[in-house]
């Protein structure tokens, strides 16, 4: 007992005491109150508290661009967010400071936001690019271009798919405001764009297969549609470019008042030279590189767009006439035709190349299986209407197309007809399928405009061209009624409800005609060119109407001679009244009417119309013009 108690007592004494203190008053009873003030001493940030300056662009947040950059850079999502959605806003009023001040870092900052794991600030983000962009020239952006590209790819390849997917609203932020970036340096993004939904067959090969969109809400059909849409605007960029160059190496000398006959160009292009040669030999081998790393891609394209396409038709169950699409098929055929026109324009501008021709293109194994399957279900159409919800999508793909909902699909059909055509109508044997052909091309001209459009009646043009202009003899081997195909166009042109340059460019195959030993001599043909002199006769005419029609002056067709000398006295009434639509300087199209008359084998009764003509509108300077072109004959009245 007695270690027991000296136990305790030790453990008493270990124990903390608080001292007390003499001054500790205890408070009195009903007045138990805690005494909770403290002191604390201020945590002062600097940044916070210096002034804005006046003249400095703040958000609605008063926050300044500088204050927005490092926001970006949170590690809190919300604050990302906010961030790029008020540097869009900001963008929108203070778009001048921005850009010549912040641009750097603000691209920079907000691009690498493409990466983020939250789908929120990856849109906000792209918003941001699309404001500056909108606002950017050219050559501010070409600096930043590869940072821009690199992001670009980074987010294509990698490993959330839904990054992927967000990828491609930068891609058309760059395609909408800077095509042209894209397409100088085309090399730099389809390589990992084709990540998207394809895969290479094996390192060693530059062919590659179909990828399956796994883990994503979208299905593969309308992953594909979304990424071949991107790639038919790339193709239309590089396109675009490349037609702007061809056309920019002829060079056109112009002066006001003479007409340099000739200029010895040599001095300028020595001036012009750069210094350093091997430079210049350097940046041509860069260009022929990239030339070819981009023809490498576009080899490999039919391949994967005939996959592609046999994935989505459906089988042939029961022969029907058209081959019935559903919404997703005939998205995915109008997709895969007008990538092909391009492919297509892109392998004839290219025809001096050899990297790349029609042979390794279309004329592949692939190729000739693609043509043959498109031609061997042809034509198509789209079955039963569509969901609002799934036309909607089809329409918005559509609409990045540059086409239109067509039930009828006549301009994909078309097209078909034309690649096809134009790829084997120079064969020795004959081929049924070009038949086939020219039979939905009669059923177009022929079908009271119930078909053709001012969408689609580019290729019928491109075909109409082929077969009464450029390859006649071609068509007429495989057995075309050629003579058939032009009456109809004349039935065409003469009952179509198109626009005036649609109607245009029928008229300017028509005229060409006259230069077809094949055709010109047609009884209906004759009956068309004379009919072309009431033209002269309406209330008004196109320039460009006049200058075609004075091409069959200068063909020296006889049947447009005779109809216009009949009609001579009601032309040269009208002249003074006629409306001229497409130019601003009316007497100088009205000179071209005239000169018609120089190349006329005028007789007395002509020379007397013409001679009341003057009396009549004795001073003007149409009828002065008029006396001087029959000087010029040796007439003088």
């Known amino acids: 007992m007695g270690g027991k108690h000296k136990k305790k007592l030790r453990e008493e ?139 670009l790819r980074c987010a294509m390849t990698n490993i959330n798919k839904t990054i992927q997917e967000d990828s491609l609203m930068l891609l058309d932020a760059l395609l909408k405001h800077v095509p042209n970036l894209i397409a100088k340096n085309p090399e730099k993004i389809l390589s990992d764009f084709f990540t998207l939904i394809s895969k290479l067959r094996n390192d060693s090969q530059i062919g590659r297969t179909l990828t399956v969109n796994l883990g994503s809400q979208l299905t593969s059909v309308k992953w594909r549609l979304k990424v071949l849409s991107r790639l038919y605007r ?3 960029a590089i396109i675009e470019d490349k037609g702007i160059k061809s056309y920019n190496n002829s060079t056109i000398y112009e002066e006001n008042d003479n007409i340099v006959l000739y200029k010895d160009a040599f001095s300028e292009k020595l001036n012009l030279c750069d210094v350093s040669f091997f430079e210049n030999n350097i940046t041509e081998e860069s260009e022929t590189s990239k030339s070819f790393i981009l023809n490498k891609h576009i080899v490999t394209l039919i391949p994967l767009l005939y996959e592609t396409w046999v994935e989505v038709i459906p089988s042939n169950g029961f022969k029907t006439e058209n081959t019935i699409l559903n919404e997703e098929s005939s998205a995915m055929l109008a997709c895969v035709m007008k990538i092909l026109y391009l492919l297509w324009e892109y392998t004839r501008l290219n025809h001096d190349n050899n990297n790349i021709n029609m042979n390794s293109v279309f004329l592949s ?35 990045l197309l540059d086409g239109n909902e067509d039930p009828k699909c006549v301009e994909q059909n078309l097209l078909i007809c034309y690649i096809y055509s134009v790829l084997h109508i120079k064969k020795n044997h004959k081929d049924p399928k070009i038949l086939q052909i020219m039979s939905y091309v009669t059923r177009c001209l022929l079908s ?27 068509w007429q081997k495989q057995n075309v009624e050629v003579e058939t195909i032009l009456e109809n166009t004349i039935t065409f042109y003469n009952n179509s409800r198109l626009g005036e340059n649609s109607k245009m460019e029928v008229f300017s195959i028509l005229i060409d005609v006259s230069d077809n030993e094949l055709l010109k001599s047609l009884p209906k043909y004759d009956a068309w060119v004379c009919d072309t002199v009431n033209s002269f006769l309406e209330k008004e005419i196109s320039a460009r109407k006049i200058n075609l029609l004075f091409t069959l002056i200068k063909r020296d067709n006889s049947v447009f001679k005779e109809s216009f000398s009949k009609k001579i ?67 003088v009245l």
Do not use: W
């Open 365 to 399: 194994n692939e190729g000739k299986k693609f043509l043959t399957h498109l031609v061997g279900n042809f034509p198509y159409s789209q079955g039963e209407k569509m969901k609002m919800k799934e036309k909607n999508k089809t329409k918005s793909i559509l609409n």
């Open 569 to 635: 006295t009601l032309i040269l009434e009208n002249i003074p009244f006629i409306k001229i639509t497409d130019n601003p300087d009316e007497n100088l199209v009205k000179k071209e009417i005239i000169k018609i008359i120089y190349y006329l084998p005028l007789n007395r009764e002509n020379l007397k119309d013409i001679s009341n003509f003057l009396d009549k509108f004795n001073d003007g300077e149409i009828s002065n013009y008029l006396r001087l072109t029959l000087n010029l004959k040796g007439i």
């Open 13 to 151: 004494k270990s124990k903390v005491k608080l001292k007390k203190s003499e001054k500790t008053k205890f408070l009195p009873k009903g007045k138990n109150v805690t005494d909770v003030s403290f002191k604390i001493k201020p945590i002062v940030l600097p940044e916070q508290l210096r002034q804005k300056q006046q003249d400095v662009p703040l958000s609605k947040k008063h926050l300044d661009v500088k204050d927005l950059v490092q926001r970006m850079r949170h590690y809190n999502e919300n604050v990302r967010h906010s961030a790029c959605e008020e540097t869009a806003d900001m963008i929108k009023y203070f778009h001048e400071d921005i850009v010549n001040n912040h641009l750097a870092v603000v691209i920079k900052t907000v691009t690498t936001l493409i990466q983020d794991k939250i789908a929120k600030v990856r849109q906000s983000a792209v918003k941001v690019v699309d404001k500056l962009l909108e606002h950017c020239t050219h050559g501010k952006v070409e600096p930043f271009f590869d940072f821009l590209s690199v992001n």
């Open 234 to 236: 790339i193709l239309k």
């Open 448 to 474: 009271n405009n119930s078909f053709i459009n001012s969408h689609n009646i580019k290729f019928l043009i491109l075909i109409l061209k082929s077969i009464l202009v450029e390859n006649t003899k071609n």
